[in-house]
């Protein structure tokens, strides 16, 4: 059985950091892309970022980029979303999701989420 915890978020004040963790289990993490999508209440769904299976690329939605960083340990079934300078707007559920087919929006599983809320 696929399953992908989330764990790591919380509350933050502007400009602080949290560090988000995915524990993959029941595939071979390390043959999927993954991405991170988040949910703020009341929207749709926006995908966040991307990291291929080996890690060797990266991908960033424009709303984050140069503020998060996106990283994978295969050895340890885990992904990572490194979120600094956090804004309001930041606020979210935050989910990791296992990509199937062309591109990396496209998702067949994905986690419960962990819920990250920038405020002061």
């Known amino acids: 059985e696929v399953q992908l915890v989330e764990s790591g978020g919380g509350m933050v004040q502007p400009g602080g950091s949290l560090r988000l963790s995915c524990a993959a289990s029941?595939?071979?993490?390390?043959?999927?892309?993954m991405s991170w999508v988040r949910q703020a209440p009341g929207k749709g769904p926006e995908w966040v970022s991307a990291?291929?299976?080996?890690?060797?690329?990266?991908y960033y939605a424009d709303s984050v980029k140069g503020r998060f960083t996106v990283s994978r340990d295969n050895a340890k079934n885990t992904l990572y979303l490194q979120m600094n300078s956090l804004k309001p707007e930041d606020s979210a559920l935050y989910h990791c999701?296992?990509?199937?087919?062309?591109?990396?929006?496209?998702?067949?599983?994905w986690g419960q989420g962990t819920q990250v809320t920038v405020s002061s």
């Open positions: 999701a296992r990509v199937i087919g062309l591109g990396y929006k496209n998702y067949d599983y």
């Open positions: 029941g595939f071979n993490f390390s043959s999927y892309d």
């Open positions: 990291i291929w299976f080996g890690g060797g690329r990266t």
